[in-house]
Every structure is written in C-alpha cells, then in structure tokens.
C-alpha cells in the first residue's frame, strides 16, 4: 500500500474577515508567487504497477550528492539540499525566486522488497523503483443494503 496525504495550509474551513482575505489575494498575487519554490515542498508523481511503485521527483539544481534516499520503519523519506553559491553581494538583484535550502518528504510503502529499492538521478529528476513482495488481495465482500 502507498499512502501520501496531501497538506493545505489555506483549506477554506476556517472563517476569514475581509481584511485577512484582502492581504491573503495580496501575497498571494502571482508578482510574489510567480514559480512553485521547495519551501512548499519537491513535486513527485507516484505510479504503481502490478510489480512496482515508482517516484519521480523534480529535483531542479539539486547535485546527486546532496540527495539522501532512507527507508525505515514502511517510511521512504527522501531528503535534498540545495546550496547558494553567490558570491557577489553587488548583483544587483531585484526579486530572487529561485530557493535554496534543505527540503524533505516522506511516504508510507509497505510490502516492499526494501532490499531491491533502486535510485538514478538523471537532468534533475529522481527515479526511485520498489519492487512488490506479493500481490495483495485484500478480503473483499459485498454488503447488503436493508
């Protein structure tokens, strides 16, 4: 089973005032949210197939050897760190969207073969390939409606 639960930090249950929305459709204009950062996080597509899970995650910038790939615990965590090289104070910079730091996401999989995970970086996208122990069937029956 892979499971992903995904997180909203605005999920519209809460009840906003005026002035809270107005500053909310102010930083969230696309002049300050123009291209998606890791402080939300790396995008991955998951796949399943009838033998294998596969993430593909974007890693943009990111060098191989600042990738960390752990599984423990059914937790496939995978953890990245993109550094800042600038080293001229005087650029002149007037927006910097592109971030730098250190980003991580974990996911639950269970009834792998942890022993046969395989990783491959290739132009910023990270492969990662678990093979199946078995088929699950799960006990499946049909309910009836009085």
Same mark, same amino acid.
């Given at each position: 089973?892979?499971? &992903?639960?995904?997180?909203?930090?605005?999920?519209?249950?809460?009840?906003?005032?005026?002035?809270?929305?107005? &500053?909310?459709? =102010? =930083?969230?204009?696309? =002049?300050?949210?123009?291209?998606?950062?890791?402080?939300?996080?790396?995008?991955?597509?998951?796949?399943?197939?009838?033998?294998?899970?596969? *993430?593909? @995650?974007?890693?943009?910038?990111?060098?191989?050897? !600042?990738?960390?790939?752990?599984?423990?615990?059914?937790?496939?965590?995978?953890?990245?760190?993109?550094?800042?090289?600038?080293?001229?104070?005087?650029?002149?910079?007037?927006?910097?969207?592109?971030?730098?730091?250190? =980003?991580?996401? @974990?996911?639950?999989?269970?009834? *792998?073969?942890?022993?046969? *995970?395989?990783?491959?970086?290739?132009?910023?996208? &990270?492969?990662?390939?678990?093979?199946? &122990?078995?088929?699950?069937?799960?006990?499946?029956? !049909? *309910?009836?409606?009085?």
């Amino acid at each position: 089973m892979f499971d &992903l639960v995904p997180f909203r930090k605005n999920n519209g249950l809460r009840r906003r005032d005026s002035f809270e929305g107005m &500053l909310d459709s =102010f =930083f969230n204009d696309d =002049f300050f949210n123009g291209f998606p950062t890791f402080s939300k996080g790396f995008n991955v597509d998951l796949r399943e197939t009838d033998s294998q899970y596969i *993430i593909e @995650a974007d890693l943009p910038g990111v060098n191989k050897d !600042s990738l960390n790939i752990y599984y423990e615990n059914n937790y496939l965590t995978i953890s990245a760190k993109r550094e800042d090289v600038l080293e001229d104070n005087s650029s002149g910079f007037i927006r910097r969207e592109r971030s730098y730091g250190e =980003f991580s996401r @974990a996911f639950y999989v269970d009834n *792998i073969d942890e022993n046969s *995970i395989d990783a491959s970086f290739n132009n910023g996208v &990270l492969n990662i390939t678990m093979n199946k &122990l078995s088929k699950v069937n799960p006990n499946r029956r !049909s *309910i009836d409606i009085h």
